[in-house]
């Protein structure tokens, strides 16, 4: 059974930056499609980030594009988030997931596994 644990999470200053980590036990990263989510307060959770299995490709939400990266060391069995020129509109909090084969990358559906989350605020 895949387990998924975030963190990195916490306060910081708009313009900042953050990188969180999405470390996996029980079954190996490499085989698995992983996505960033994050769902603020009184909104729906939403696709953030995306790397398919097999260095297959990567995906980004038009609001983070050129500002935040994910990457994965497979020695370490985790995924991570770099999260770059930080805004307050990024406040939320952030879920990693995974799944043997995802159609739609952003769709929650798809995923099997999920982290805890980790909360991430942007405020001066």
């Known amino acids: 059974q895949l387990q998924l644990v975030e963190s990195g999470g916490g306060l910081v200053q708009p313009g900042g930056s953050l990188r969180l980590s999405c470390a996996a036990s029980g079954q190996s990263l490499d085989y698995a499609d992983i996505g960033w989510f994050r769902q603020a307060p009184g909104k729906e959770r939403e696709g953030v980030a995306y790397?398919?299995?097999?260095?297959?490709?990567?995906k980004y939400a038009d609001s983070v594009k050129g500002r935040f990266t994910i990457s994965r060391d497979a020695a370490k069995n985790t995924v991570y988030l770099q999260m770059n020129n930080l805004k307050p509109e990024d406040t939320a909090v952030y879920f990693c997931?995974?799944?043997?084969?995802?159609?739609?990358?952003?769709?929650?559906?798809?995923?099997?596994?999920w982290g805890q989350g980790t909360q991430v605020t942007v405020s001066s």
């Open positions: 790397s398919k299995s097999n260095r297959g490709g990567i």
């Open positions: 997931a995974a799944a043997a084969h995802i159609l739609s990358w952003d769709a929650e559906y798809e995923y099997d596994y």
